[in-house]
């Protein structure tokens, strides 16, 4: 499975952003999908997950009330859709797919990773 990370960019404080993970060629249905984020200088952190049916998701606490994911199984893509945005929500965005069961939250459970995309929050 070949993963897409999309929509990154610059913002403002306070602004929203929508992210998008898509495949090329073949359907995420019947995957998990986690996004990840990677600022300078830290590791790796979990950010949000759906589950593979899109009846469950996950979120980090840094992002609970801010983030929403969602699956837009008409264009085969999982959105990450981002609202207030914080200084400290400045990243490289990575989305991972999985078959695995129940909808992991850790990266090393994922066995399908996008290239990423940056998010930068600045004023």
């Known amino acids: 499975v070949q993963l897409q990370a999309s929509g990154g960019g610059l913002v403002q404080p306070g602004g929203s952003l929508r992210l998008s993970c898509a495949t090329s060629?073949?359907?995420?249905?019947?995957?998990?999908v986690g996004w990840f984020r990677q600022a300078p200088g830290k590791e790796r952190e979990f950010v949000s997950a759906i589950s593979w049916t899109g009846a469950n998701t996950y979120f980090a606490d840094s992002v609970k009330g801010r983030f929403t994911v969602s699956r837009e199984n008409a264009k085969n893509a999982v959105s990450l859709q981002m609202n207030s945005l914080k200084p400290e929500d400045t990243a490289v965005y990575f989305c991972a797919a999985t078959r695995r069961r129940p909808t992991p939250m850790i990266g090393v459970e994922y066995e399908y990773w996008g290239q990423g995309t940056l998010v930068t929050v600045s004023s």
């Open positions: 060629g073949r359907t995420l249905s019947g995957y998990a």
